[in-house]
């Protein structure tokens, strides 16, 4: 996939790519921990009552790895 957007020196392209394996594991191990907490009542001290910040966090590092080559 490829994103064009318009800079000021002119029109750039962007290339998505698919993440790598293990930046993809982190961002789905991430995610479940987090369901984890939230639905089933699993207590972890450092992400109980920031789920959601964990999940954004989750969503970044996937974004990141789509984004960003070698990541």
């Known amino acids: 996939m490829r994103v ?3 800079a000021e020196e002119g029109v750039h392209d962007m290339g998505l790519k698919a993440p790598g394996i293990v930046t ?3 961002s789905v191990i991430l995610t479940v921990i987090v369901l984890m907490s939230k ?3 699993a207590e972890i001290p450092w992400l ?4 959601s910040w964990a999940m954004l966090m ?3 590092i996937l974004m990141l790895g789509c984004m960003v080559r070698g990541m």
């Open 4 to 6: 064009r957007f318009r």
């Open 24 to 26: 993809f594991m982190l």
């Open 39 to 41: 639905f089933f009542g």
């Open 48 to 51: 109980t009552g920031n789920e």
């Open 58 to 60: 989750s969503y970044a």
